[in-house]
């Protein structure tokens, strides 16, 4: 280790760091302050985010290639640390209204965050792990935050069983394919099979035992079976900062790990993937359109979007695309990620006491209450489906058209016909806003307000002007030391 | 010496002992258990591999597992606990509160 | 050949298995039953058996099994350290340092909110 190692990691290190001073600090904030906790922790989240801008550009390894800082790793960081901030303003009133304001939400918020960061810079299936653990865990505490609130405490069990479940199938592949590789870091497993070193079977074996693991993460069909529970019994501001925080790591993992080390299997893989992605949009938003409660409904639509980005894993194997493949992958992520915060945003702006207001019938007469506020979700519920002018629509554009130069006509077909499944849910939402009559209860909050705006704003105007975000976000690809 | 094929096998057989345990047991604590013996079988492949290809690395990535494992129990001892404080109950067959 | 190493343990495990299984089958073939309801009781030195065989246990002892874990499996990487802390050097020891300080944090935050009392 030396000193340019610990550069490299500088925004890790400060959220760390931070995180950690916060606990002691904690301990002398009197109960009826810990609003300040919010206001601490987004600070020590800006200043790592100022780091990790500053630190752009360039590509270098740290800690004997176990850590890879390029652009794949700094546009990830960025994502992550502004979901960050984001799932700070959805919490901030939320929590001090549901009765469950501690300050350790923020703390594990924030060692969540670091996890997530240091999943961007990983490079080495082990250091995947610890990271994969590093957000999991704070993940299961925050679930069941609402405790004793009997949902809360149900989805952070089930959360928990079904995460330290996938987290042991990472760890048994990763072992096999130590065994198969005699490493575990990417570069290192690439230079085995490329000399002809790894033992071939065992690889494989080591490579779906980490697709499934990592699968339970971002919840692919068939390992989503936890995540409609869990995202509708954990308090609404964390099932936000899951749905884009953990599964936007998961991919980190799955873009990195598949489409650099284990390119070589494609000849297997590529069927089961193809498989997995069809099953996750078919499922997902054919079991959508029954759901009732708009937070089962998101759920369902999360499983759908996770199997729009799988869909660019087929193309692993055709190296003269990965750029297009992994960009258009990042961009979905971060049009995922802007309407989810917005869209949530809103759930938690009409959820009152004890779980009510969470039916899509509740937001019925938005559209003529609070016309702003119901133009926000009608933005988000658009992009979701991929409608322009939203980002959503050209994550899908991207998508398609990797898959389609990938030459999966077949996938793509699949894609383009559930989305437009995916409209009836999503436009029934519109609907109930402004065709039907009622007395939405809304809690209005700076904040809250404030992220629905600028997520509103952005999911139009960022789509309008998109061509640099994807330049940027296809340029980012893995660096792979020769 | 054993070939590492013999400690590969057992821990595979772990592993496949601990799967079972997660989908056909009921207890939450016992589900737990078998996710333990799961990480477990995976720490026993990596020392075996470690140890036929002479490498350290493997044994130090298990100090890492059992540390994040540690971790795991603390937090999935506690959220069990909580449950059976409001439930009476950690059958994850009854885990029902929810329905879509 | 190895294996023919292990046959007297082999003959010995067989041969104990069966002795047990005879003593046990005659003892079930001859014997007289007539089973009492007192007889079926679990045994407990004579006295009259009371309550459920499994006591709950107070809450408490969670806590201290669960802060006993984290505390206790941080050992495991003291050991590799302080076998190799002469090679390390000035590095070994300040990592060392940065690595007690995160866990006496945590004992300061187990402390401040009470996880360490009894009562």
């Known amino acids: 280790m030396n000193f340019s190692d610990l550069t490299t990691i500088l925004p890790l290190i400060t959220l760390v760091g931070w995180a950690i001073i916060l606990i002691l600090v904690d301990l002398f904030i009197p109960a009826q302050r810990k609003g300040i906790m919010a206001m601490l922790s987004a600070i020590g989240i800006m200043i790592s985010l100022v780091i990790a801008i500053c630190q752009f550009g360039g590509q270098t390894t740290a800690f004997s290639g176990m850590v890879v800082f390029d652009g794949f790793s700094v546009f990830l960081q960025i994502l992550f640390l502004i979901s960050g901030l984001a799932a700070i303003a959805l919490a901030y009133d939320y929590i001090k209204r549901q009765g469950i304001e501690r300050s350790e939400y923020y703390i594990l918020l924030m060692f969540s965050l670091s996890g997530m960061t240091l999943m961007a810079m990983a490079d080495d299936l082990i250091i995947i792990f610890l990271a994969l653990e590093l957000l999991s865990i704070p993940l299961y505490v925050l679930a069941g935050f609402a405790n004793p609130r009997l949902d809360s405490e149900e989805a952070a069990l089930k959360y928990f069983l079904l995460g330290s479940f996938s987290d042991a199938f990472v760890v048994f592949g990763t072992a096999l394919v130590f065994g198969a590789a005699r490493t575990t870091t990417i570069p290192g497993i690439i230079a085995a099979i490329t000399v002809g070193a790894a033992n071939l079977i065992l690889l494989m074996v080591g490579a779906a035992l980490i697709l499934i693991g990592l699968g339970f993460k971002v919840s692919i069909v068939p390992f989503h079976m936890w995540t409609p529970d869990v995202y509708q019994g954990a308090p609404s501001s964390v099932t936000a900062f899951m749905a884009v925080g953990a599964k936007t790591a998961g991919f980190a993992a799955l873009l990195r790990v598949f489409m650099a080390a284990f390119n070589t299997l494609a000849v297997d893989l590529v069927p089961v993937l193809w498989a997995l992605a069809a099953l996750t949009m078919i499922l997902g938003n054919i079991t959508a359109i029954v759901q009732g409660n708009i937070k089962r409904l998101l759920a369902y639509s999360s499983i759908a979007h996770t199997g729009y980005i799988s869909m660019v894993l087929v193309t692993i194997n055709q190296s003269r695309i990965t750029q297009h493949a992994v960009g258009a992958a990042l961009f979905y992520l971060v049009a995922y990620a802007v309407t989810s915060f917005g869209a949530w945003a809103v759930v938690i702006t009409l959820e009152h006491s004890e779980g009510k207001g969470l039916n899509v019938e509740d937001y019925a007469g938005l559209g003529r209450k609070y016309p702003a506020l119901a133009a926000a979700m009608t933005v988000f519920m658009l992009s979701f489906t991929g409608v322009p002018p939203t980002l959503g629509f050209l994550g899908k554009f991207y998508i398609f058209r990797a898959v389609l130069e990938g030459g999966y006509v077949g996938l793509a077909i699949i894609g383009v016909l559930t989305s437009l499944v995916s409209a009836y849910y999503y436009l029934r939402v519109v609907v109930v806003m402004y065709m039907r009559e009622g007395e939405p209860l809304v809690r209005k909050e700076f904040w809250l307000s404030s992220t629905i705006f600028m997520t509103a704003i952005a999911t139009v105007i960022v789509s309008i002007f998109s061509t640099p975000l994807f330049t940027w976000a296809s340029k980012g690809i893995m660096f792979i030391p020769k | ?100 | 050949m190895a294996f023919w190493d292990y046959l007297p343990i082999a003959i010995l495990f067989v041969i104990s298995a069966g002795l047990a299984a005879i003593a046990v089958g005659l003892g079930h073939l001859f014997g007289p039953r007539k089973p009492t309801p007192k007889k079926l009781e679990p045994y407990e030195s004579g006295m009259n058996p009371f309550g459920p065989g499994t006591r709950r246990m107070p809450v408490r002892f969670y806590l201290v099994a669960v802060l006993f874990i984290l505390f206790d499996i941080e050992v495991v990487f003291f050991l590799p350290w302080a076998v190799v802390l002469k090679d390390l050097g000035i590095t070994g020891l300040v990592e060392m340092i940065v690595f007690v300080s995160i866990l006496v944090v945590g004992f300061i935050y187990a402390w401040k909110k009470g996880a360490l009392e009894w009562e």
Do not use: C, W
């Open chain 2, 1 to 100: 010496m054993l070939p590492v094929s013999y400690f590969i096998g057992l821990a595979a057989v772990l592993f496949a002992i601990g799967t079972l345990g997660v989908l056909i047991r009921r207890n939450a604590i016992i589900i737990f258990m078998s996710v333990e013996l799961m990480l477990n079988a995976g720490n026993l492949a990596f020392v075996s591999f470690a140890r036929a290809f002479g490498l350290l690395d493997g044994q130090i990535f298990v100090f890492f597992i059992m540390a994040m494992a540690a971790a795991e129990v603390a937090v999935g001892l506690a959220l069990i606990v909580d449950i059976f404080h409001t439930k009476q109950s950690i059958d994850i067959d009854q885990m029902n509160s929810m329905k879509g």
